[in-house]
């Protein structure tokens, strides 16, 4: 055995350039394989961070659930929308701490001239408007870099006043202006800037935060930019992640009733947790994992098809030495040895 590792050595020493190109097929291969995996693993435990980040014992209540994959049918689409009034209503439930309507506005545009909020010559595109009430930042968890949340005498007289996301406030002011007092254009709307969140930790995705470009403000000012938006989002925030199943039975068993749906009917709306933004995004990659698995491996079997070609090479060009080491007894396992070395 010693015999065949000197021998071994020796060929590796003797064959650099042949060595280094068997050792960097294995090590590409491996290292790619190692690589997609980790990426993977660490994109899921960067989106499972991010999802305890605003609160594990977060409720979506919306007329479907939009988490499902696959085209929603027509009788989802089309059913009735939640309202204000049920917002009210849900808040006022024993097991629930806030709750919270949203509306959404976001209209992405190609156009360079296009825009979405201004101030002065600058210009951000592709903003997400929300309109939004007081117990918003309790049930998302925001916090604010500077100035305060928007409250409920905005809420109640619709003001024109905003809270700017962090994106959004550094693409609109220079680094020594101060956002806050500022009058921004929404929409052409001019909006008096009162507070700048800081940077949000609730992306799906890698890269920038879409919803670190938004600008929220009060629920009957947005209704004046868009006053056709009624197909309100709410979040739930319950008083404690031990009563969160008693707060999706009391939202259910609520909305069941000012809906007017029957004991033996289907509910018309949907009550989904972050679970389910967390098991789609498990989905995804998933996906992306298998797609980037199989890119991987390519290199693996090409670094492993040149291994085996230069061992053959190895082989065939030592036949005579191996022949020659047979007839001074050296047995199989010898030069099985010599050449796995």
């Given amino acids: 055995m010693n015999e065949a590792f000197r021998m071994a050595f020796h060929s590796l020493r003797v064959n650099r350039m042949r060595s280094l190109l068997t050792v960097l097929g294995i090590v590409i291969g491996v290292t790619a394989v190692i690589g997609m995996s980790s990426t993977i693993k ?4 960067s989106i499972a961070s991010e999802i305890a980040d605003i609160g594990s014992n977060l409720i979506f209540v919306y007329k479907f659930n ?3 994959p696959g085209r929603k049918p027509s009788s989802l689409l089309n059913r009735r929308e939640l309202t204000l009034d049920d917002a009210r209503a ?14 959404r506005w976001f209209q992405p545009s190609p156009n360079a001239r ?21 117990p918003h930042a309790v049930v998302f968890n925001l916090r604010l870099e500077s100035g305060r949340w928007i409250n409920e005498v905005d809420h109640r007289h619709g003001a024109n006043v905003a809270v700017i996301g962090h994106d959004t406030a550094a693409t609109l002011f220079p680094a020594n202006v101060n956002p806050l007092d500022k009058e921004v254009q929404v929409e ?44 309100f989002w709410i979040g739930v925030r319950p008083v404690s992640q031990e009563d969160m199943p008693i707060a999706i039975d009391e939202i259910e068993s609520l909305l069941r009733r000012r809906r007017g749906v029957q ?36 290199a693996l079997l090409v670094g492993g098809v040149g291994v085996m070609n230069i061992m053959l090479v190895s082989v065939t060009e030592r036949t005579r030495e191996i022949g020659v080491r047979k007839a001074v007894g050296a047995t199989r396992r010898d030069i099985l040895a010599q050449f796995l070395f």
Avoid at 92 to 100: D, F, K, L, W
């Fill in 188 to 231: 052409g709307a001019v909006f008096r800037v009162v507070g700048v969140l800081e940077k949000r930790k609730d992306a799906l995705t890698p890269g920038a935060n879409p919803n670190d470009n938004v600008v929220d403000i009060p629920l009957a000012a947005f209704w004046r930019l868009h006053p056709e938006f009624r197909d």
């Fill in 66 to 68: 939009p988490t499902v």
């Fill in 90 to 103: 849900i808040a006022e439930a024993p097991h629930v701490q806030a709750a919270a309507p949203i509306l």
């Fill in 42 to 45: 660490g994109l899921n435990s």
């Fill in 263 to 298: 004991a033996n009917e289907e509910s018309d709306f949907a009550i989904f947790t972050q679970d389910s933004f967390t098991d789609l995004w498990n989905q995804i990659s998933s996906g992306v994992f298998a797609v980037m698995l199989a890119i991987s491996s390519v």
């Fill in 114 to 134: 296009a825009f979405t909020v201004r101030y002065r010559d600058r210009i951000s595109k592709n903003t997400i408007i929300e309109g939004v009430s007081a």
